[in-house]
Nanobody
Framework: QVQLVESGGGLVQAGGSLRLSCAAS????????MGWYRQAPGKQRELVAA???????NYANSVQGRFAISRDNAKNTVYLQMNSLKPEDTAAYYC???????????WGQGTQVTVSS
């Protein structure tokens, strides 16, 4: 089984920075996409950023230029560097692992990010 362990959430003032990490363990195919989604109270879960095993990235318009996603394939770990945080970034952030060949998704338990104004 695949497990995703997230870390790095917390409380920060507007304009501050946080770095999220997500380590994947278990039977992981080499061709995959890892990413971060977020869900604020009363809203749908939305993609924040994703990165393929080849290094291709995709960002939500709302975080473009402020967030940066990266990964260490040797460690099966994905990172999300979040800068210039805004109160509207407040949400539970979920790590996602998408296995392309199996067309299957794994999810982490979520880590809370709260940005105070």
């Amino acid at each position: 089984q695949v497990q995703l362990v997230e870390s790095g959430g917390g409380l920060v003032q507007a304009g501050g920075s946080l770095r999220l990490s997500c380590a994947a363990s278990g039977s992981i195919f080499s061709i995959n996409t890892m990413g971060w989604y977020r869900q604020a109270p009363g809203k749908q879960r939305e993609l924040v950023a994703a990165i393929t095993s080849g290094g291709g990235t995709n960002y939500a318009n709302s975080v473009q230029g402020r967030f940066a996603i990266s990964r260490d394939n040797a460690k099966n770990t994905v990172y999300l560097q979040m800068n210039s945080l805004k109160p509207e970034d407040t949400a539970a952030y979920y790590c996602n692992l998408h296995l392309a060949l199996a067309n299957y998704d794994y999810w982490g338990q979520g880590t809370q990010v709260t940005v105070s104004s």
